[in-house]
């Protein structure tokens, strides 16, 4: 059954290693895309050199290979479209839908991340400043496969947002809505965490004419310390020889149960079970889930 139509990717940043959240995310992805004979592409979400963790990047490659989440086609990496996302930034500033900030984090401070909008109508040039996009004062609202409706008001919950920050590193938004339009990307399934991040892409893409992924966002993994995994602090990259055991977790954690002759699978014979099996109405209904509950 091959379904040309169904587009997806994993979008990994290389900011740590892959551990068992991303690990959910990832096997979300892959199956809801091989289950219907779609592709699956990966993208590495290297915008922020700073914070990336030497070596990571190809440890993330080793740790999908082991675990037999097999990608088609090149690998993607947002460092090599620099010139792609610095012509967009300049566009939307030369058509006035952005501005240049100079805010200072200390002007910024008790807004409640909210832009209170001092430089929006200040007309400041745009080397040396960060850049934000102009928000509307209007709700943006999306139906998720598994979290249900969503909408937030882009004026009143989030402000005019920065697409190129002062340093010149390009932001995450506005990588992420031009790189799925360019890469066909109709199907979006990822972590709850970006759940919030989502009506501001549905904002871009109106604005640039692209046109609506699906999306599908799997619960996050919580530790029992309430952390959310490997964000807070670095994770250990997973261990390459328990492949079969932890993907058997993360088709736990997304209501995907294997049966027990599938222990000793390889990574690819329960993939390949997986997708078979797979539907996204089981995977549960919540944004969090405790890493306790899946042992
Ligand atoms: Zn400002």
Redesign the pocket.
Known sequence: MQNSAYIGRFAPTPSGYLHFGSLVAAVASYLDARSVGGRWLLRMEDLDPPREVTGAQAAILDTLERYGLHWDGELVRQSDRHGEYAALVQRLFDQGLAY????SRK??EGSGGI??????N?G?AGHD??I?LRVPELTYRFSDRVQGEYSQHLGKEVGDFVIRRRDGLYAYQLAVVLDDAWQGVNNVVRGADLLDSTPRQLYLQELLGFSQPRYLHVPLIIQPDGHKLGKSYRSPPLPGDQATPLLIRALRALGQPAPDELADASAEELLAWSARHWDAALVPRTRNLAESQLR
């Open positions: 240049a900030c100079i805010c002007q910024l832009y209170p909008g001092h430089c929006r200040a400041h400043a960060a934000r």
